[in-house]
Nanobody, 123 residues
Framework: EEQVVQSGGGSVQAGETLRLSCTYS????????MYWYRQAPGNVCELVSR???????YYSDSVKGRFTISQGNTRNTVALQMNSLKPEDTAVYYC?????????????????WGQGTQVTVST
């Protein structure tokens, strides 16, 4: 019954934009933090962005100024607007909620994770 459905992604050229989104159902996110992670071949799972229940946001240095995280009023949705995409942004992107993780592979074994979507940015 618990479900995280992720949408968006695709293949674009450098400089273009994409928007990712996730919808949570069968459980309540409540006041837990929500996250976007990504993993490229040969790399570990990387935290891209985070948003708290009061709207406080965090961005990794590599995406700051280009990506924007947002949430629905009921906190059952989270989105990531990705502008000025670069080839180095190419990765599988995951939404997650509940538990912060670092290193290792995406998805982690804790928290609630989307199925992952491929983002490919070509030159």
């Amino acid at each position: 019954e618990e479900q995280v459905v992720q949408s968006g992604g695709g293949s674009v050229q450098a400089g273009e934009t994409l928007r990712l989104s996730c919808t949570y159902s069968g459980f309540t996110v409540g006041d837990a933090d929500m996250y976007w992670y990504r993993q490229a071949p040969g790399n570990v799972c990387e935290l891209v962005s985070r948003i708290s229940d009061d709207g406080d946001t965090y961005y990794s240095d590599s995406v700051k100024g280009r990506f924007t995280i947002s949430q629905g009023n009921t906190r059952n949705t989270v989105a990531l607007q990705m502008n000025s995409l670069k080839p180095e942004d190419t990765a599988v992107y995951y939404c997650a909620a509940g538990v912060y993780v670092s290193g290792g592979d995406c998805p982690a074994t804790v928290g609630y994770w989307g199925q992952g979507t491929q983002v490919t940015v070509s030159t």
